[in-house]
């Protein structure tokens, strides 16, 4: 197995597991008048939708949860496929999760944070927990997943067979 699909599957693996703590524990404490709040991804998303911002709540949940796993399987997938599949199908696969990982980018937590502190610097404490650390490990695990597979060595593979 050439050392591209390695560092591949070995990045994806350690996202996946990194994408467990970062949908379980908290992103973000806030402490208001002496109350303590914490909140994970998925509280995010029910609140934001019971609060009546559904199409925030659904584009959080896209990008923070959905699209991160299906980056992650989809990688997984082009491992375990690249000698098997049609090098088309894996390159259209490589191209989409190419597309759908500029979706799961840290910058929209990271935004989130900042505007909670500049708008709640005097009133609240917010302190970003251990879920949003996990979180952007995982999608720098990714992005290093993404970069180590090398698109090419689908041809060459079906070029030697041939």
């Not at 197995?1 to 070995?10: F, K, S």
């Not at 379980?24 to 998303?45: A, D, N």
């Not at 049609?86 to 390159?91: G, I, R, T």
């Not at 404490?125 to 952007?136: D, N, R, S, W, Y």
Request: with cysteine; proline share 4%; aromatic share 10%.
């Amino acid at each position: 197995m050439p050392r591209g699909v390695q560092r591949t599957m070995a990045f994806s693996f350690a996202a996946l597991i990194l994408f467990i703590p970062a949908n379980i524990f908290p992103i973000l404490s806030m402490s208001r008048l002496g109350h303590k709040s914490e909140s994970t991804i998925w509280e995010g998303v029910v609140d934001l939708w019971s609060s009546g911002t559904q199409g925030i709540a659904i584009l959080v949940l896209l990008c923070s949860i959905v699209i991160p796993l299906a980056k992650i399987l989809g990688l997984f997938y082009v491992c375990a496929t690249w000698k098997k599949q049609p090098p088309f199908l894996n390159s259209l696969l490589l191209r989409f999760i190419e597309i759908i990982g500029r979706w799961s980018m840290l910058d929209v937590f990271l935004v989130a944070i900042l505007v909670a502190l500049i708008k709640l610097g005097s009133i609240a404490t917010v302190k970003p927990e251990l879920g949003i650390v996990a979180f952007a490990c995982v999608v720098v695990l990714t992005m290093l997943a993404s970069a180590n597979f090398d698109s090419r060595m689908l041809w060459l593979h079906r070029k030697q067979i041939a």
